[in-house]
């Protein structure tokens, strides 16, 4: 992991991907499938109470 950064005055944010979209991009497809697999297990878990009710 490189940085361009050759000093640390002044910064006040320092992101480690922002310069790079494929980077970015596949992190994004990530998180929308962690999410997306949440609210499916969330789902059967709900349906499955439900139905021992």
Known sequence: MGSSITT???VSAYFTFADSPFIL???SIGVAAIITGLIISIIR???AAFDKI
């Open 8 to 10: 640390w005055e002044n």
């Open 25 to 27: 991009g596949l992190f």
């Open 45 to 47: 878990h709900e349906n």
